[in-house]
């Protein structure tokens, strides 16, 4: 996903709260033990996702992001207790995202071969916790959620990208998360095709039931199209005319009225489209997005423009969100 350059952050807007795109307390305590090295709240925290894969969903990636540098420890949980699909699946999805951090940056590639090849055998790690997890919970979409970032990562044929994805979607079809990871499947920037990417994200929009904020995809596709492309533009640049109207329209599709509360990843969402009127000079709607947002960042779409904190606070500064 590449990286466009636009004018440097400015020192305003609030106080940003890093990689923590959710409104789950639960989620927030678990996340702060784990950091401490008590992987006992992480566990707990997973199994009170139990039956509801849009928690689960963002639980385990957010606990897995958490927990780099100590799956060891996770496995020792994993041997005390191997019938428990929750460790399975925190297992197999922090060995991915360890592996995420030895991936050698593409230009390198050549004199980084014995790195190319570490990250190889660490992203394979992932797969059988996977796995074991999606045998032990048969109608849990997240193992194979998880499944579909490995196959991406190892680079796998586009049938073996197709499989989990539709081992997930079957499951639960309007997995927010997993529908982040076909997106990017789909994606130029990974070897995907953009009228495919963004026909996904147009679909999943248009089907996404009440309360869902898959129409999110929409932006996000956009931001994914002008990536690949690695071309510099201004703030206003971004976007033609069409594709912020298409943009607004998908915006209005979404509600937020959900049986239960917010949706789980509606703060992700508000990022979304909250950082594509900014880059249109759609003020009013980016403002009142990014309001909602509470101070929480997504990587996505802000590593897109750069350091992710960074480019968000100054996007909050210049809508004077406090």
């Not at 952050?9 to 950091?35: C, H, K, Q, T």
């Not at 790195?115 to 996977?130: D, F, K, V």
């Not at 309007?174 to 070897?191: D, I, K, N, Q």
């Not at 509470?294 to 779409?301: A, H, I, T």
Request: some cysteine; proline content about 7%.
């Amino acid at each position: 996903m590449g990286a466009i350059e636009v004018e440097p952050a400015r020192a305003r807007g609030p106080r940003a709260i890093s990689a923590r795109p959710w409104a789950d307390a639960m989620l927030d305590e678990a996340a702060e033990a784990v950091r401490r090295g008590v992987l006992a709240a992480g566990a707990s925290a997973l199994l009170g996702s139990r039956g509801d894969p849009e928690v689960r969903s963002l639980r385990v990636e957010a606990l897995s992001r958490t927990a780099v540098g100590s799956s060891r420890s996770i496995e020792a949980l994993v041997a005390a207790d191997q019938a428990n699909p929750d460790l399975w699946l925190w297992l197999g999805r922090t060995r991915i995202e360890e592996a995420w951090a030895l991936k050698p940056d593409v230009r390198a590639r050549a004199v980084q071969a014995d790195r190319l090849q570490s990250y190889h055998a660490a992203m394979e790690l992932g797969r059988q916790p996977l796995l074991a997890a999606a045998a032990l919970a048969p109608s849990d979409p997240v193992p194979w959620e998880c499944l579909m970032w490995l196959a991406l990562g190892l680079d796998r044929p586009r049938a073996d990208k197709d499989s989990v994805w539709l081992e997930s979607s079957r499951r639960w079809p309007t997995l927010y998360g997993a529908a982040v990871a076909r997106m990017v499947t789909l994606s130029p920037s990974w070897g995907g095709a953009a009228q495919e990417m963004l026909e996904f994200a147009r679909l999943a929009a248009a089907r996404a039931p009440e309360g869902s904020p898959l129409p999110a995809l929409v932006p996000l596709a956009h931001f994914e199209l002008v990536a690949s492309e690695r071309t510099p533009m201004s703030r206003g640049g971004w976007f033609p005319f069409d594709v912020q109207r298409e943009m607004i329209a998908a915006a209005g599709r979404w509600s937020e009225r959900r049986p239960g509360g917010a949706h789980p990843r509606a703060v992700e969402a508000h990022n979304a489209f909250g950082a594509a009127f900014f880059l249109t000079d759609l003020r009013r709607p980016a403002r009142g997005h990014l309001v909602r947002t509470g101070g929480r960042f997504s990587e996505l779409p802000w590593s897109h423009l750069g350091d992710p904190g960074q480019q968000y606070q100054r996007a909050c500064g210049r809508l004077n969100v406090s």
